[in-house]
């Protein structure tokens, strides 16, 4: 069978590449010098996107792939992708949901205990050679703290039970109440207010940009922290940055940022603040899971088979 053209806009890995190239002729718009030169060899007859949970896929690039048929993404998050454009356009766009939830609940409850326990100053105390000279200083615990959640999906769900695990409150906030028996705030303000550690698990995008500002982070207050693994355009960065400089939030775990992998200078020199270079679902098994459905979703696509996980 003639293999499909398909574009690649993000650096992936070679265990999703190899079984790409099997089926696709793969066009490297993410490493092309030549952006425009290639869309204009290629351009017309590009069939399928694949592309990364955190790259963009705007109208302006579509518009010029006219045979465009499917965008796979690797990665959970598709707010890089304009779904209603695709959907009008009679475009399928697939995500690799489920098998990372697991790895990004993980990474979040591991940002509590590292920001909670200060371990990483912690790691560092004990490198520089500073126990010599006296004890760490003491942390904070997490039992009966209230881990409030903004965004109870998936990975929020299995964020909430991992901390419970550690004797934590669970409350959440979100567009609607669910069946579930932890606590439903309406007013984000209002959870922030009550929260030692603010969890965003929401979905990025237009709908929820800034949703954590200064506001927010005041209600937070000095009790607080900020906790981040969904995506960085959901936090006011600047905001952000202003509120741990001035302790008017305690600290922050972020695996997300608003411009990867550019990080602010300002924010790397806050040394409340652990940060993680958006590994959440990093592991070999879960990555390798994500380029199976990577791969599976577009051949299912092009041999007229049901997806295996549509976003549209
Ligand atoms: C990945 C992600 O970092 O799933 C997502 O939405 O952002 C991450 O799991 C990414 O898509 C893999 O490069």
Not at 20 to 49: P, Q, S, T
Not at 80 to 89: E, N
Not at 111 to 139: C, D, E, K
Request: hydrophobic share 45%; with cysteine.
């Amino acid at each position: 069978m003639e293999k499909t053209p398909v574009l690649v806009l993000a650096p992936l890995p070679d265990f999703l590449m190899e079984p790409l190239r099997a089926a696709h002729v793969c066009h490297d718009y993410f490493h092309a010098e030549d952006k425009d030169a290639l869309l204009a060899n290629v351009g017309a007859h590009i069939r399928g996107i694949v592309m990364a949970g955190h790259s963009m896929s705007p109208v302006a690039l579509l518009e010029k792939l006219p045979k465009l048929e499917i965008i796979s993404v690797f990665g959970v998050g598709y707010d890089g992708v304009p779904v209603d454009w695709c959907r009008a356009h009679g475009i399928r766009v697939t995500n690799t949901p489920d098998v990372l939830t697991e790895d990004v609940a993980d990474t979040a409850s591991a940002l509590v205990l590292m920001t909670s326990r200060r371990l990483i100053s912690a790691n560092r105390y004990l490198h520089a050679g500073s126990w010599t000279q006296g004890p760490f200083p003491l942390a904070h615990a997490l039992r009966g703290k209230l881990a409030g959640i903004v965004g109870l999906g998936r990975i929020g769900k299995a964020i909430a039970q991992r901390l419970e695990a550690h004797g934590m409150r669970v409350a959440y906030h979100g567009r609607a109440r669910q069946e579930v028996s932890w606590e439903y705030f309406e007013s984000l303000i209002e959870l922030a207010k009550t929260a030692d550690f603010l969890i965003v698990a929401c979905p990025g995008g237009a709908g929820t940009k800034h949703l954590i500002n200064a506001q927010v982070l005041e209600a937070l207050g000095a009790k607080g922290t900020l906790i981040n693994i969904a995506r960085g355009s959901v936090v006011d960065e600047m905001a952000l940055i202003a509120a741990l400089q001035s302790g008017t939030i305690r600290g922050a775990g972020l695996d997300v940022f608003e411009n990867e992998p550019l990080v602010p200078q300002a924010l790397m020199q806050c040394e409340n603040a652990v940060l993680l270079p958006h590994l959440s679902s990093g592991t070999h098994e879960t990555r390798r899971a994500m380029a199976g459905l990577v791969v599976g979703n577009l051949a299912a696509y092009f041999d007229g088979k049901t997806l295996l996980t549509p976003v549209c």
